[in-house]
């Protein structure tokens, strides 16, 4: 049995359904009992769990074989006592479980402590998790391309692509798809020890890139904009991301422009097969079928 956490949203959904894809039994953890309804019709286990909670997660883990773990997009509060928190409760609930294997999300960058902004909670959530399953995988994906959708709507009906990255900068990306993929291998793989592995996409893309893989999708030129440090705040605020947990995601554009973000030389490297262009169309496709 394989449990997946997060099933709700874009990687664990992803991670889920390459596994049942595969053939293996699936149990799906998410937060709300509507939420599992679809996965039922696909034949998956569901089991309602507060990921902070230590108890509700090792009842989850009963009877796997493999776990795939994550720490939620920070919402509010300080995102930085929010994974320390979270870091104690899962890494606790793994080893009341006695698990095998565990694959935890994480992200390129994720070596470094600070100066990182919110990727730095993952280095917390990796060094809670260190050593609490016999087998652990840190999953470090590069920046997914699914964000780009919070800006998906000004490149369909502006022709701009606005960007907080540097529209030149070519950074690791990868499509959720192939995070999900990648999970999937690593759960049926059979290993023991700590691996680290660092996912891209086919190649490293830049804001521009994107900007031309919208404009191949939709049929028309678009542009991307960079906009300045000064203005990133004043973005956030108005879309209704609290002060706090923006000062972490503007604390990874930063990192990010400073190059703090890269790829460790000795760890494993992977890239996914997923065309830049096609995960843009699977991005638009699914704005334009959302009510």
């Known amino acids: 049995m394989h449990v997946v956490f997060g099933a709700a949203g874009r990687a664990g959904g992803e991670t889920a359904r390459a596994l049942i894809e595969r053939g293996e ?87 470094h402590a600070s100066d990182t902004g919110v990727i730095a909670t993952l280095h917390e959530i990796e060094t809670a998790l260190a050593g609490a399953a016999r087998a652990t995988a840190f999953l470090r994906s590069g920046y997914f391309i699914e964000t780009w959708s919070e800006v998906a709507e000004a490149a369909i009906s502006e022709g701009i692509l606005p960007s907080f990255l540097n529209v030149e900068q070519n950074i690791p990306m990868v499509s959720t798809a192939d995070v999900g993929e990648a999970a999937a291998q690593l759960m049926t793989e059979t290993w023991e020890g700590t691996r680290i592995v660092e996912l891209g996409g086919q190649e490293d893309w830049s804001a521009r890139d994107v900007a031309t893989a919208f404009a191949e999708v939709l049929g028309r030129p678009i542009e991307p904009v960079f906009l300045p440090p000064e203005q990133h705040l004043a973005v956030l605020t108005e879309a209704g991301v609290t002060p706090e ?36 169309k699977r991005m638009v496709t699914t704005l334009h079928a959302t009510p």
């Open 25 to 111: 039994q699936v149990r799906v953890v998410v937060r709300r009992p509507e939420q599992g309804e679809s996965w039922k019709a696909l034949g998956a286990e569901v089991a309602i769990a507060n990921l902070y909670s230590a108890d509700d997660v090792s009842r989850a883990m009963e009877g796997a074989s493999a776990a795939f773990l994550l720490s939620p997009p920070p919402r509010d509060g300080d995102p930085f006592a929010q994974a320390a928190e979270l870091g104690r409760a899962i890494a606790e609930a793994v080893r009341r479980a006695n698990l095998a294997k565990t694959v935890v999300l994480s992200s390129i960058g994720a070596q």
């Open 245 to 280: 947990v923006a000062t972490a995601l503007l604390g990874m554009y930063d990192g990010i422009a400073r190059g703090r973000v890269t790829r460790q030389e000795n760890n494993e490297h992977w890239r996914g097969a997923t065309p830049l262009a096609a995960a843009i």
